[in-house]
């Protein structure tokens, strides 16, 4: 049977670092898996790589549709944006095939509820919140037009996503 590694990490704590140097690691023969939103593409990501970047519209016909295994929705300063995983075919867990995936702790749980609790494997990334910070304002000054209020929004909403009692 196949298996699931949920990479989980505040935003910044250099989960998609990880997540690269794993999946460029052959003998890990790890398979990657991408997930859904509806927000706009930062400069520099590609389709398909770091998500598949999707309508209002897309989405709601995979949530009629019942492909939708987990999903977690932010009201954000511009709209509200979905991120997702989907039955979309990327998973095959009848062979011997292990897949890597990035998730919130709550994406976890709703994963391992739809696939099993013996095949969904949790593997947090904890960084310094300071070093994080860096790291988040590093990137968004990068961006053509920064955002430092989301930025600033997905750091507190990620204490709270990652408090302690909800990682027991």
Known sequence: ???????MGKSA???????????????????????YTTRPKRQGEMEGR???FISDATYEEMRKGGRIIEE???ATKL?????FTADDGQ????????????????AFLAIRAYFGEG??????????????LERALRRERR????????????FLADEEDFAEDRLR
Not at 122 to 132: A, C, E, M, Y
């Open 50 to 52: 770091q998500y598949f």
């Open 79 to 83: 709209g509200v944006w979905h991120y």
């Open 143 to 154: 961006q053509e037009v920064p955002r430092y209020d989301e930025m600033c929004r997905r």
């Open 91 to 106: 998973i095959d867990l009848s062979g011997k095939q292990a897949y890597l995936m990035i998730a919130t702790p709550e």
């Open 1 to 7: 049977m196949g298996k699931i590694f949920v990479l």
């Open 13 to 35: 704590s250099g989960k998609d670092a990880v997540y690269r140097n794993l999946l460029q690691d052959p003998q890990l023969d790890l398979k990657k898996v991408v997930l």
């Open 72 to 74: 977690r929705s932010y």
């Open 119 to 132: 095949c969904v494997f949790p593997v947090l990334i904890q960084t310094d919140n300071g070093i994080r």
